[in-house]
């Protein structure tokens, strides 16, 4: 169900996972050793679950020093913007039939590189809002 919110109306879990579905380009947030860093990541969307592929380097040293993560999609029109965010728990996909699985997603990486190693990511939060698009209000 929706909530509305004046401008601002939330999304339900399925909305989220709908507007999820329908696009391809995120921002994953990690944290290790009181750094933050964010990468934008590929992904596709599978049994409630996100899935990328990535290459050994700071995203996997960092998920392995700690595998809470959060990730975002957004996006705007004229009219509105929409946002949601996962909070989960990050972890490697390691059985051959999960790797066999996951090479059969529809995940088209942007980046000519070789990426060999799914991560999958196990929602915790699921949160989202849309937002209506229009002049600001008089303020006094």
Same mark, same amino acid.
């Given at each position: 169900?929706?909530?509305?919110?004046?401008?601002?109306?939330? =999304?339900?879990?399925?909305?989220?996972?709908?507007?999820?579905?329908?696009?391809?380009?995120?921002?994953? $947030?990690?944290? $290790?050793?009181?750094?933050?860093?964010?990468?934008?990541?590929?992904?596709?969307?599978?049994?409630?679950?996100?899935?990328?592929?990535?290459?050994?380097?700071?995203?996997?040293?960092?998920?392995?020093?700690?595998?809470?993560?959060?990730?975002?999609?957004?996006?705007?029109?004229?009219?509105?913007? #929409?946002?949601?965010?996962?909070? %989960?728990?990050?972890?490697?996909?390691? =059985?051959?039939?999960?790797?066999?699985?996951?090479?059969? =997603?529809?995940?088209?990486? #942007?980046?000519?590189? =070789?990426?060999?190693?799914?991560?999958?990511?196990?929602?915790?939060?699921?949160? %989202?809002?849309?937002?209506?698009?229009?002049?600001?209000?008089?303020?006094?």
């Amino acid at each position: 169900m929706t909530i509305g919110l004046g401008p601002v109306t939330e =999304l339900s879990v399925d909305e989220c996972w709908r507007v999820l579905a329908d696009h391809s380009l995120g921002r994953l $947030a990690v944290t $290790a050793a009181g750094t933050v860093d964010i990468f934008p990541v590929n992904y596709a969307v599978d049994d409630r679950m996100l899935y990328f592929r990535t290459a050994p380097g700071t995203k996997l040293l960092e998920l392995s020093i700690n595998d809470r993560v959060a990730f975002e999609i957004d996006g705007a029109s004229e009219r509105e913007a #929409w946002s949601v965010v996962v909070k %989960g728990v990050a972890e490697r996909v390691e =059985l051959q039939s999960e790797i066999d699985a996951a090479d059969r =997603l529809p995940l088209q990486p #942007w980046v000519p590189t =070789l990426k060999y190693r799914w991560v999958r990511i196990r929602p915790v939060e699921l949160t %989202g809002r849309r937002f209506e698009r229009a002049p600001e209000p008089e303020r006094y």
